[in-house]
T-cell receptor, first 115, second 116 residues
Framework: DVKVTQSSRYLVKRTGEKVFLECVQD?????MFWYRQDPGLGLRLIYF???????EKGDIPEGYSVSREKKERFSLILESASTNQTSMYLC??????????????FGPGTRLTVL | AQKITQTQPGMFVQEKEAVTLDCTYD???????LFWYKQPSSGEMIFLIY??????QNATEGRYSLNFQKARKSANLVISASQLGDSAMYFC?????????????FGKGITLSVRP
């Protein structure tokens, strides 16, 4: 079974702090994704990576950066956390076979509160 | 325009009955894939079912089936014989371009509550 883990289930930070959200997958997947989920807005893609040291902006990258130094690990960084970044953050990974059927496997999510 | 539309505010169903969750999509690509995910209160997104735009038959996976109407651009999820464990949020998603870097676009989700 694919396993995607996230470093924290719940996190509370203060405005202006630098925040790291870590995601690790154990299935040797090339593709990894970071989403945020807000009520009434669904899932929105922040960044994704299709290889080590490669990254691409998603739909809402402002205020975020990412790091992928190793294939299994994808980090989301909030350089200076703000209250409007309070949200649920979901990490996902997938194996890029190139088929339309490739599904994404998700971690349990990190609920971040910025005070 | 939204690519994936899920407009039902919240759905209720009696245990053991069937329920349909609506999803409409918007794309000009002839090749696309549609996905449904379930998110229980624990937070983890669970893949349920997939339908390809060229698939001749509606997809089925156990109690889940997809009512795919291509001309109407709808891909409704049907859950038969609802169980209490089906109470969750359900998301419809679409992939428009196959390939290594293709992304999923998600709808806003629908909350389903199963009554005993």
């Amino acid at each position: 079974d694919v396993k995607v883990t996230q470093s924290s289930r719940y996190l509370v930070k203060r405005t202006g702090e630098k925040v790291f959200l870590e995601c690790v997958q154990d299935m040797d997947h090339e593709n990894m994704f970071w989403y945020r989920q807000d009520p009434g807005l669904g899932l929105r893609l922040i960044y994704f990576s299709y290889d080590v040291k490669m990254k691409e902006k998603g739909d809402i990258p402002e205020g975020y950066s990412v790091s992928r130094e190793k294939k299994e690990r994808f980090s989301l960084i909030l350089e200076s956390a703000s209250t409007n970044q309070t949200s649920m953050y979901l990490c996902a990974s997938s194996f890029p076979s190139g088929r339309m059927t490739d599904t994404q496997y998700f971690g349990p999510g990190t609920r971040l509160t910025v005070l | 325009a939204q690519k994936i539309t899920q407009t039902q505010p919240g759905m209720f169903v009696q245990e053991k009955e069937a329920v349909t969750l609506d999803c409409t999509y918007d794309t000009s690509d002839p090749s696309y894939g549609l996905f449904w995910y379930k998110q229980p209160s624990s937070g983890e997104m669970i893949f349920l079912i997939y339908q390809g735009s060229y698939d001749q038959q509606n997809a089925t996976e156990g109690r889940y089936s997809l009512n795919f109407q291509k001309a109407r651009k709808s891909a409704n999820l049907v859950i038969s014989a609802s169980q209490l464990g089906d109470s969750a949020m359900y998301f419809c998603a679409m992939r428009e371009i196959a390939g290594a870097n293709s992304k999923l676009t998600f709808g806003k989700g629908i909350t389903l509550s199963v009554r005993p």
